[in-house]
């Protein structure tokens, strides 16, 4: 069997794991495999395809990996608008009871608001910042 096919076969091997397992560095090894796959079509000796695929495949993997942290965190799914639409939709507060919550009115039903930790709980217009089960908490708008 030719270099290049056993290369090929673990790069296709590299990709239908990714796929099983989701891990995204699978496929930057993938690329490093692929690549010494092309190194052998070129007629490389074998160390040399080895270190074509470390080097490819070792720097995409350490490429994605600064990538992925220059990237902001996403928020947790109670405070994320991409999965609660409710997320930065206002309400208004009319009083705050003695216990630290309200009930608003907010889609036609009554809910149980508390307000955002560090905020002061204060009467009127307020921005939904995240839904803890059947609670929504606030954030009091800043008025001009």
Same mark, same amino acid.
């Given at each position: 069997?030719?270099?290049?096919?056993?290369?090929?076969?673990?790069?296709?091997?590299?990709?239908?794991? #990714?796929?099983?397992?989701?891990?995204?560095?699978?496929?930057?090894?993938?690329?490093?495999?692929?690549?010494?796959?092309?190194?052998?079509?070129?007629?490389?000796?074998?160390?040399?395809?080895?270190?074509?695929?470390?080097?490819?495949?070792?720097?995409?993997?350490?490429?994605?990996?600064?990538?992925?942290?220059?990237?902001?965190? #996403?928020?947790?799914?109670?405070?994320?608008?991409?999965?609660?639409?409710?997320?930065?939709?206002?309400?208004?507060?009319?009083?705050?009871?003695?216990?630290?919550?309200?009930?608003?009115?907010?889609?036609?039903?009554?809910?149980?608001?508390?307000?955002?930790?560090?905020?002061?709980?204060?009467?009127?217009?307020?921005?939904?910042?995240?839904?803890?089960?059947?609670?929504?908490?606030? #954030?009091?708008?800043? #008025?001009?």
């Amino acid at each position: 069997m030719a270099d290049s096919t056993l290369w090929w076969l673990l790069a296709g091997a590299a990709v239908a794991v #990714e796929l099983l397992t989701g891990t995204f560095y699978l496929l930057m090894l993938a690329i490093g495999l692929a690549a010494a796959a092309l190194a052998a079509h070129l007629g490389l000796s074998q160390p040399a395809q080895l270190v074509v695929a470390a080097v490819i495949g070792g720097g995409a993997v350490v490429g994605w990996h600064f990538i992925r942290l220059r990237r902001p965190r #996403e928020e947790p799914a109670q405070a994320n608008r991409d999965v609660n639409l409710d997320i930065g939709e206002t309400v208004h507060v009319t009083r705050w009871h003695p216990d630290g919550t309200a009930s608003v009115k907010y889609r036609g039903a009554q809910w149980t608001a508390v307000p955002l930790a560090g905020s002061i709980p204060v009467a009127g217009p307020h921005r939904i910042r995240e839904v803890v089960g059947s609670r929504l908490v606030l #954030e009091p708008l800043q #008025e001009a």
